[in-house]
């Protein structure tokens, strides 16, 4: 068969045509798929990280950055910082056991923490009166002895110290270091007077509040370290408590209700810290704690926990009171029967307890005499000069006894 020119012209066009068909219809396919939703990859991150999925999280952001005109570049750049913070801390989840946990309203949520009165009391700021500010919310710490209180403010952290004669004084700040750039919130010291846990939500947490460690350095509390995973999630977690007479530790996290309820989880803190098993799968779920059960030893806590449930939630609030005030020659002044180390002095300050509240009755009774002698009453006037007289010897007898208690202690 033979062709002629144009017929070849017409079969080589059409072979073309065929050939460039698909790659037209592959061109047209691409040009027609739409851009990708900004708006739409940043929920993904986000979800992604909420879930503790920090490297599906950064694949996603890095889709992101080639978006062109991002609207919102801040928050991309805040939720990277957030994810690179997570998988930093995902190399060291801290291989707690959790015990026990418990759902509870978020307000005045730590009234639930069974402490024994030796870690400390945990008050509302209530209890603080009209006298001092206070954060909108806060918690406020009083240690065993009732000397000192910590609690938030609108400008972080203060402290302040019982006086003599019952009252505070003045708060003073602890120091901006603890804010991390936010305002610190939610103390607890513990007994060592030194070691110091408390949150903010500041520009080194992963999300909400974050909880922070500081140690007391001489007057003051250097920056703070974060505390990591489990402790810390995307979400708020606060208000960390170890009670060392029981062995156990508290904190308060909404993870599992992030705006709403508070979950409190009971653990063992250990002496040193062992992290979790960067190859664990179940690394995630560990530093999430999507169960706690994943956290369980061997180990029997039924006494733990029995110790626990026999502390009642909010128990041995300390009252303030002073139960007398023994001014020292050295300048000492004694308020509490603990403050005595000799027993033999203790004794003799029970005595000189009760001749003062005596003493301090006759003179109300001498005053009392005194009103009636003056509108009119000469009759009382032999009772008068009676309770002068005793109340010179009383003056005498409690000299006497205040030596004594002085040369007591002081042996």
Do not use: C
Not at 27 to 37: D, E, F, H, V
Not at 78 to 90: G, H, P
């Amino acid at each position: 068969m033979k062709f002629t020119y144009p017929e070849i012209f017409r079969f080589i066009l059409a072979g073309v045509a065929a050939t460039l068909i698909p790659f037209g219809a592959e061109a047209a396919r691409k040009k027609r798929q739409p851009a990708p939703n900004p708006a739409e990859l940043l929920e993904q991150a986000t979800e992604a990280f909420s879930n503790y999925n920090p490297a599906l999280a950064a694949e996603t952001i890095a889709k992101l950055r080639k978006v062109k005109n991002l609207p919102d570049p801040q928050a991309v750049d805040s939720l990277e910082e957030k994810v690179d913070r997570m998988e930093s801390m995902m190399q060291r989840v801290d291989a707690i056991e959790v015990i026990d946990s418990l759902t509870v309203s978020r307000e005045d949520f730590f009234t639930h923490y069974r402490m024994n009165p030796a870690a400390g009391y945990l008050l509302t700021a209530d209890e603080l009166g009209s006298d001092f500010d206070a954060a909108e919310p806060t918690s406020v710490y009083v240690s065993e002895n009732g000397a000192v209180m910590l609690w938030g403010t609108d400008s972080g952290l203060v402290e302040s110290h019982r006086l003599t004669d019952g009252s505070w004084e003045e708060p003073s700040p602890l120091g901006d270091l603890l804010n991390v750039g936010a305002v610190a919130n939610f103390p607890f010291l513990m007994s060592d007077g030194i070691t110091l846990y408390y949150a903010t939500e500041g520009d080194d947490s992963l999300g909400g509040y974050d909880i922070y460690v500081s140690r007391r350095n001489g007057e003051e509390f250097p920056a703070p370290q974060n505390m990591g995973m489990p402790y810390n999630s995307p979400y708020d977690d606060f208000l960390l408590a170890i009670d060392e007479e029981t062995g156990a530790g508290w904190w308060a996290t909404d993870r599992n209700s992030p705006g709403g309820d508070v979950t409190i989880y009971v653990f063992v803190p250990a002496e040193t810290r062992i992290n979790v098993d960067v190859d664990d799968p179940l690394l995630a779920a560990r530093a999430r704690l999507s169960s706690i059960a994943l956290t369980r030893s061997d180990t029997d806590r039924s006494a733990l926990l029995a110790a626990i449930d026999a502390i009642e939630p909010g128990a041995g609030i300390p009252d303030n009171t002073p139960d007398f005030e023994f001014v020292f020659p050295d300048g000492r002044v004694f308020t509490r029967w603990d403050d005595f180390t000799s027993p033999q002095a203790r004794r003799l300050m029970e005595n000189y307890v009760d001749a003062l509240a005596e003493r301090d009755a006759d003179v109300d009774a001498l005053s009392a005499l005194r009103l009636r002698y003056m509108r009119g009453d000469k009759a009382v006037g032999p009772r008068i000069l009676q309770l002068e007289k005793k109340l010179l010897t009383s003056a005498e007898k409690l000299k006497s006894m205040s030596n004594r208690i002085i040369l007591a202690e002081s042996k």
